[in-house]
């Protein structure tokens, strides 16, 4: 499965990327349509895999990481880890209906953030001020 991005360069420059990272395409497109309501101006790059976002992650150098715990091949907290050392001064949330201590507490033994799903417009606003814009 592959994902898009679809901001015109022109519109981002010098604003933020972000990447979302979910096999679910709907949990991609609703991220995608929360973060662009409030930030109109950033640049949205998605990946549906973990393997996908460590492919692109190099080339859009993204802000800030909204990842997906379970996902088919490579999860989201062995993305996060790979992330975080290509990454350092990215912000990585950990999104996920997966709420036990244990993702809890890996997420935080690697420095990354961590946000219930459901994705709401509250959420994504609290991460996207992570930022400070």
Known sequence: MTSTS???????AGAPTVLIVDDSRVSRLVARQYILA?????TVVEAATGEEALAKAPEVRPQLVLMDVNMPGMGGIACAE???ELLPD???SLLTANVQDATRNRASEIGVGFMEKPITPERIARLTALLGR
């Open 6 to 12: 679809t901001v015109p360069p022109a519109a981002s």
């Open 90 to 92: 990215a912000h990585i």
């Open 82 to 84: 790979k992330l975080r």
């Open 38 to 42: 409030l930030h109109a101006d950033w």
